[in-house]
């Protein structure tokens, strides 16, 4: 197939047919119809809620020069060129990565994949090769890093063109790293084609986005994917003590390596202290303090540090600047009351896994034997079957529980409550409250709190906002928490 006037838009790609003039310019490519104008190519992506294919008429109404498409619509519009492909995603992953000049091949991009610790794991691997003295690039559910400069991000995996745009800027500013979360959705979508990774991290892997995949092997089979494809030159590294970690491993050609606090492992640490001042590990044979806290994030330094190990940094150096690092941003971020002796935890819990594992550090932490009371909804829009599972995990693990709303998009609260209200044990029922509106949730928990009490706010973390029927409303949960205290 003949070239673009003025880029190599189609390497990589291998078309069933091309119907039309190969010599106009491309000056843009969007996926949203929307946005076509003369001189774009618009790619036309089979979706979950809807099929970019029906939009194809639009985008030629508003200009658009070529259709990239996995079926060619029944009238073919003259002056037009239409790309005819086996799947467009895969196809608009990799002209997009050509669009831009292929910039993940120009700096080192690292890729961090699993159900829970992808947005610790990748902003701590930020922040450490930050303080190193690099420039560096970071895409995570939170924000959206071009060196310095920050943007709220939208998606945890943004679409392949937002990627490669974001990654070129990364170029233009000098990063030498970039820091990547790669979620499920994304490696199934084919959002990460194009992309050349030098390196694919593995966290872990529990119940979550069955409303999707729906099934858990299908889940499990997207993150594989994605070790599947990285190159030759790139390494692979994986939680040996998670079951499916080497699962992960299983087709992949990049070098293999694991890290454990209790399987054998290439990366080694054992908790030494775990206290509301931090970690101390014995971390590669080294004695370690860190400012961040819990099991859960003695596996999210483990696999920061086996990572830069493994980017060919120097032992002391990453010891040295991972100790000083704190968690992301509502990751077990916590306010004290002092007068009233209680302490206020605000956490991105949003699967039963993550849950347990900020409850069980709690247990571990608290002392006096203080009370633990736990505010807990689940989203709408979502994995509906783990909403009784959340609740049970609420239950085995606090004194006493309130259920209240999450993000319920476009599913009515109340019975999103309900259906989490299923999973209430029967011993617990007594120590259960349904308080649909989430700030007077977090007021009734903190009232009812006492002296040496510990109150956990789940599920939204870092948002600022609560989603109703398609409108983003301004909602802080440490906010709340905080004027309470």
């Given at each position: 197939?003949?070239?673009?006037?003025?880029?190599?838009?189609?390497?990589?790609?291998?078309?069933?047919?091309?119907?039309?003039?190969?010599?106009?310019?491309?000056?843009?490519?969007?996926l949203d119809s929307?946005?076509?104008?003369?001189?774009?190519?618009?790619?036309?992506?089979?979706?979950?809620?809807?099929?970019?294919?029906?939009?194809?008429?639009?985008?030629?109404?508003?200009?658009?020069?070529?259709?990239?498409?996995?079926?060619?619509?029944?009238?073919?519009?003259?002056?037009?060129?239409?790309?005819?492909?086996?799947?467009?995603?895969?196809?608009?992953?990799?002209?997009?990565?050509?669009?831009?000049?292929?910039?993940s091949e120009k700096l080192k991009l690292v890729g961090v994949t699993g159900t829970n610790g992808k947005t610790t794991t990748a902003t701590l691997l930020y922040d450490l090769f930050t303080t190193l003295g690099y420039k560096v690039g970071l895409i995570s559910t939170i924000e959206n890093k071009v060196n310095k400069r920050s943007e709220p991000s939208t998606h945890t995996t943004p679409d392949a063109e937002s990627i490669n745009l974001l990654i070129k800027q990364m170029v233009e500013a000098g990063c030498d790293y970039a820091f990547m979360e790669v979620s499920s959705h994304a490696v199934a979508q084919r959002r990460i084609a194009g992309l050349f990774f030098s390196g694919g991290v593995f966290t872990n892997i529990t119940h979550e986005h069955l409303?999707?995949?729906?099934?858990?092997?299908?889940?499990?089979?997207?993150?594989?994917?994605?070790?599947?494809?990285?190159?030759?030159?790139?390494?692979?590294?994986?939680?040996?003590?998670?079951?499916?970690?080497?699962?992960?491993?299983?087709?992949?050609?990049?070098?293999?390596?694991?890290f454990a606090l209790r399987k054998a492992a290439d990366f080694k640490a054992k908790i030494l202290e775990n206290s509301l001042t931090g970690l101390h590990l014995d971390l590669d044979g080294e004695d370690f303090h860190a400012r961040l806290i819990g099991e859960f994030n003695a596996y999210n330094l483990l696999g920061v540090y086996a990572t830069a190990r493994l980017l060919g940094q120097e032992k002391q150096e990453v010891l040295q600047a991972l100790s000083i690092l704190k968690a992301?941003?509502?990751?077990?971020?916590?306010?004290?009351?002092?007068?009233?002796?209680?302490?206020?935890?605000?956490?991105?819990?949003?699967?039963?896994?993550?849950?347990?594992?900020?409850?069980?550090t709690i247990h571990q932490l608290?002392?006096?034997?203080?009370?633990?009371?736990?505010?807990?909804?689940?989203g709408g829009d979502r994995?509906?079957?783990?909403?009784?599972?959340?609740?049970?995990?609420?239950?085995?693990?606090?004194?006493?529980?309130?259920?209240?709303?999450?993000?319920?998009?476009t599913e009515d609260p109340e019975a999103i409550i309900a259906e989490m209200e299923a999973g209430i044990p029967a011993y617990a029922k007594q120590k259960t409250l349904s308080i649909t509106q989430r700030k007077e949730a977090i007021k009734t928990a903190c009232r009812l709190a006492q002296s040496g009490d510990v109150i956990l706010v789940a599920g939204k973390g870092h948002e600022k906002y609560q989603e109703i029927m398609g409108v983003k409303h301004p909602f802080d949960d440490k906010a709340v928490l905080s004027d309470e205290f």
């Open positions: 197939m003949k070239q673009y006037a003025n880029l190599n838009l189609f390497d990589n790609i291998h078309p069933k047919y091309v119907f039309g003039s190969t010599e106009q310019e491309i000056k843009t490519i969007t929307r946005k076509a104008s003369p001189g774009t190519l618009f790619a036309a992506l089979r979706g979950s809620a809807t099929d970019g294919h029906a939009y194809i008429g639009k985008a030629i109404e508003n200009g658009a020069a070529a259709i990239l498409c996995e079926e060619l619509p029944g009238e073919i519009k003259e002056g037009v060129t239409y790309i005819q492909v086996a799947d467009s995603a895969e196809a608009f992953g990799q002209i997009a990565s050509n669009f831009y000049g292929r910039p409303d999707y995949h729906k099934t858990f092997r299908a889940y499990i089979q997207a993150k594989k994917m994605f070790f599947d494809k990285l190159p030759k030159t790139a390494f692979a590294l994986v939680n040996a003590d998670d079951k499916n970690g080497m699962v992960m491993l299983q087709n992949t050609q990049a070098a293999a390596h694991t992301a941003e509502g990751r077990f971020d916590y306010v004290v009351n002092q007068q009233r002796n209680v302490i206020g935890i605000v956490d991105y819990a949003h699967t039963p896994d993550a849950l347990e594992k900020v409850l069980s608290r002392k006096g034997g203080g009370r633990i009371l736990t505010v807990v909804g689940c994995d509906r079957t783990k909403r009784p599972l959340m609740a049970k995990v609420a239950c085995d693990y606090s004194d006493q529980v309130i259920f209240t709303s999450d993000n319920p998009r």
